[in-house]
């Protein structure tokens, strides 16, 4: 079952098959396909009409193998007007989702990697703490022990440092491959064009594909 379409065909930019011809008007013709998939092509008060197998009509049932002429001397495919008016709201809808997920590991990637860098750099300031006692208790601490608890407790902090600055280096590399990721996945269906950062529900208002060449339909009206 298909859906209604329809296709406004002309030489004005908000036609869904733009043609440019001297002969072929602004406005020129609409093709209808019904829910039988039927195509009916009309014409627009053309002022150079609309021809189908050499006859002029007003209003004809035509089949994707007639020869349509707009004007003079232009020659419409209708196969093709038929995959320019294209229905993408399915492939929009799936779109959805893909921006969510992004949103979603976005937002994981950032937090987890502040835990970590917070946990690597607060670490080893207990550590000389624990290791204190662990000497206390055991009595009188040797000089031994005194020095490597020392030593812990000078080296252990810049280590900490040194990890949690590797840990948080690490966020702009996952996050660029996340973003990468996206720049393939969240696409206009038709052309391919990067949607940007912009949410599902934004994009969705414009209805259809800003690229003048695409005007792939996001929603189905
Ligand atoms: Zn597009």
Redesign the pocket.
């Known amino acids: 079952m298909f859906k209604t379409m329809i296709i406004r065909i002309g030489k004005a930019n908000d036609n869904d098959y733009v043609v440019t011809d001297p002969y072929v008007s602004r406005h020129h013709a609409r093709l209808t396909r019904d829910t039988n998939s039927y195509l009916l092509l009309e014409d627009l008060d053309s002022a150079n009409g609309t021809y189908v197998n050499g006859s002029q009509i007003v209003r004809k049932r035509i089949t994707p193998t007639d020869t349509v002429k707009l004007g003079n001397s232009f020659v419409l495919s209708i196969s093709e007007v038929l995959k320019s008016g294209n229905d993408y709201s399915e492939e929009f809808a799936a779109l959805k989702e893909v921006y969510d997920k992004y949103i979603e590991q976005k937002i994981k990637i950032q937090s987890s990697n502040q835990f970590k860098t917070r946990l690597f750099q607060a670490l080893p300031f207990a550590l000389p703490g624990v290791i204190g006692v662990t000497v206390g208790f055991m009595g009188k601490g040797s000089s031994a022990f005194l020095g490597i608890s020392l030593l812990i407790a000078i080296c252990a902090p810049a280590a900490g440092i040194y990890l949690g600055a590797r840990q948080s280096a690490k966020i702009p590399r996952q996050l660029q491959d996340l973003a990468d990721q996206f720049k393939i996945d969240y696409v ?1 269906p ?4 990067f949607l940007g950062e912009i949410p599902w529900e934004s994009l969705i208002n414009k209805k259809h ?1 800003p ?1 003048t060449s ?3 339909k996001w929603v189905n009206e």
């Not at 038709?190 to 064009?193: A, H, I, L, Q, R």
Request: glycine fraction near 10%; aromatic fraction near 0%; hydrophobic fraction near 20%.
């Open positions: 206009c038709k052309c391919g064009t594909c690229v695409c005007k792939a």
